[in-house]
T-cell receptor, first 110, second 112 residues
Framework: RKEVEQDPGPFNVPEGATVAFNCTYS??????FFWYRQDCRKEPKLLMS???SGNEDGRFTAQLNRASQYISLLIRDSKLSDSATYLC???????????FGGGTRLMVKP | DGGITQSPKYLFRKEGQNVTLSCEQN?????MYWYRQDPGQGLRLIYY???????QKGDIAEGYSVSREKKESFPLTVTSAQKNPTAFYLC???????????FGPGTRLTVL
């Protein structure tokens, strides 16, 4: 089993919809989690950090379920500009190292 | 402006040649990283450095080499020993003890 797994998608949703995707992890020692947004042929950009049970920033909510070892990203009122690939990363006790999932592709349609 | 720069943006190499990718940051970050990304894939760690003059191998270090002579700079050399070097290479940096990593714009390497 991969250390971090994500459904590659694509998730095709209409504008205004609410969409959620999960990221499962196998290392129970994982301390912190990160969601990055990556546009086509660009670098990943940090969207949200999660150190406890969750985090919220505007239309974006991340929730951590340590018992089931997954973290979710919920996007409300989807915009066309939300179309991107969303990468999940986590850090264990081993310092600054992050391990990333393969990403989930989101396509928001008019 | 503070940030991470990578050069060149695009690089073409003939088989058997070594090439060096540049990564510079002015964020005063102690830690720097190199990742490789293949089409439709996530990020795989090549090398990382948490302090000047020290670096460690990541998951896919074979065929790559790095140096960390200055805090601001972490160049990556792709050697001829790397069997499939065509990929998107991303450099990142972070503050020691804080896990958020910030990425440069990347270098797209193509082997002809």
């Amino acid at each position: 089993r991969k250390e971090v797994e994500q459904d590659p998608g694509p998730f095709n949703v209409p504008e205004g919809a609410t969409v959620a995707f999960n990221c499962t992890y196998s290392n129970s020692a994982s301390q912190s989690f990160f969601w990055y947004r990556q546009d086509c042929r660009k670098e990943p950009k940090l969207l949200m950090s999660v150190y406890s049970s969750g985090n919220e920033d505007g239309r974006f909510t991340a929730q951590l379920n340590r018992a089931s070892q997954y973290i979710s990203l919920l996007i409300r009122d989807s915009k066309l500009s939300d179309s991107a690939t969303y990468l999940c990363g986590h850090a264990s006790n081993a310092g600054n190292m992050l391990t990333f999932g393969g990403g989930t592709r989101l396509m928001v349609k008019p | 402006d503070g940030g991470i720069t990578q050069s060149p943006k695009y690089l073409f190499r003939k088989e058997g040649q070594n090439v060096t990718l540049s990564c510079e940051q002015n964020l005063n970050h102690d830690a720097m990283y190199w990742y490789r990304q293949d089409p439709g894939q996530g990020l795989r760690l090549i090398y990382y450095s948490q302090i000047v003059n020290d670096f460690q191998k990541g998951d896919i270090a074979e065929g790559y080499s790095v140096s960390r002579e200055k805090k601001e700079s972490f160049p990556l050399t792709v050697t001829s020993a790397q069997k499939n070097p065509t990929a998107f290479y991303l450099c990142a940096s972070s503050t020691t003890g804080v896990n958020e990593q910030f990425f440069g714009p990347g270098t797209r390497l193509t082997v002809l």
